[in-house]
């Protein structure tokens, strides 16, 4: 895929992102109790993919208000029409994939921005499982790291429920945790055709053994039995 163009987020991005961040911070300050361990393994002022699990709404905006920089975003098209989430991903600038799709366009667009410096937070499972156990992932992150040859930072999310505003509202303030795991690199792809995507599958689903290795057992779902640890990751 030949990428032509620099990336350069757009300056209304730039100036209403901060502020957002801010916000969201104090809302979820407000709403639950935040936990966040691993930041000393964000290698600021680099590019790379961070791949969390998906079980709501609350992912995405969790991740980005208190992630120590600023990332680049996807979503589903079909949230964008929808009252209070759409406007909120416009203003932020999140990008709309449609699901079940190959968009050349938009993985053009994703790949030119990893390799302009910026960060990208991607769901390797595709949307929202509404459950804590996590599904198999789809190739799509393969694909992206493959192309660009970053590093991916396991995200693991716990108690971002469906039920997490409506326990917020009752003022239960449940626990919100974010688990940020060590950086590591996804081994070349190689072959062509079928053995390729078979290989990329191979990727996606090491990205996912990393994630599971960071969640509670009864998140891991699917890779409950290949979960690799942190302690596993360093031999």
Known sequence: M??????????????????????????????GRIKI??????????????????????????????????????????????????????????????????????????????????????APEGGRSHVVAMRRAKPGIAYIVEHTGVPVIPVGLVGTTDDFWQRAKRGDRPSLEMRIGKPFMLPPVEGKGGERHEARQRNADLVMSHLAGILPEDYRGVYADSAITPAQAGH
Do not use: C
């Not at 502020?19 to 407000?30: A, D, S, T």
């Not at 393994?41 to 993919?49: D, E, L, R, T």
């Not at 699990?53 to 996807?74: G, K, R, V």
């Open 37 to 122: 361990t691993g930041k000393e393994n964000v290698p600021y002022g680099k590019s790379y993919v961070v791949a969390m699990n998906h079980i709501s709404i609350f992912d995405p905006p969790l991740i980005a208000a208190f992630w120590p920089e600023m990332l680049e975003i996807m979503g589903a098209a079909e949230v964008f029409g929808k009252p209070g989430q759409g406007p909120l991903l416009k203003l932020y600038g999140v990008m709309r994939v449609h699901r079940g799709e190959v968009e050349r366009t938009l993985l053009t667009r994703i790949i030119s921005l990893i390799k302009s410096g910026r960060p990208f937070l991607i």
């Open 2 to 31: 030949r990428v032509s163009e620099k990336y350069r987020v757009p300056l209304r991005y730039r100036l209403i992102r901060p502020l957002m961040k801010i916000v969201f911070r104090g809302l979820f300050h407000i709403l």
